[in-house]
């Protein structure tokens, strides 16, 4: 059975880092681009971060330029999301999905989801 399951999320005071995982079964992550996603209760899903299967390429929403980093280990068929100095505002549940690209020129413009999605884990930012 395929599925994405996702790790590492947590309580963590601002300023705090956390690393999430994105941990694939039933099928190989190196043919898919992946990206994460997060939902605030009462707020609307927002992309954080893709990254292709093809180059690396990355892209990440305004609110976490420069705080995260996705990476991916295609060996270990996981890829993972590094988030420095968190905020209360980043509090919400992350999630993985494969996902569809689109480029604009050579940059990597935007990832909508595709066919797998994980669980979710929690992220909370609070002192």
């Known amino acids: 059975q395929e599925q994405l399951v996702e790790s590492g999320g947590g309580l963590v005071h601002p300023g705090g880092s956390l690393k999430l995982s994105c941990q694939a079964s039933?099928?190989?992550?190196?043919?898919?681009?992946i990206g994460w996603f997060r939902q605030a209760p009462g707020k609307e899903r927002e992309g954080v971060s893709c990254i292709n299967s093809v180059n690396g390429l990355t892209n990440y929403g305004d609110s976490v330029k420069g705080r995260f980093t996705i990476a991916r280990d295609d060996a270990k068929n996981t890829v993972y999301l590094q988030m420095n100095n968190l905020k209360p505002e980043d509090t919400a549940v992350y999630y993985c999905?494969?996902?569809?690209?689109?480029?604009?020129?050579?940059?990597?413009?935007?990832?909508?989801?595709?066919?797998?999605r994980g669980q979710g884990t929690q992220v909370t930012v609070s002192s």
């Open positions: 039933g099928f190989t992550l190196v043919n898919y681009a």
């Open positions: 999905a494969t996902v569809t690209t689109y480029y604009n020129g050579r940059d990597l413009a935007n990832c909508v989801e595709s066919e797998y």
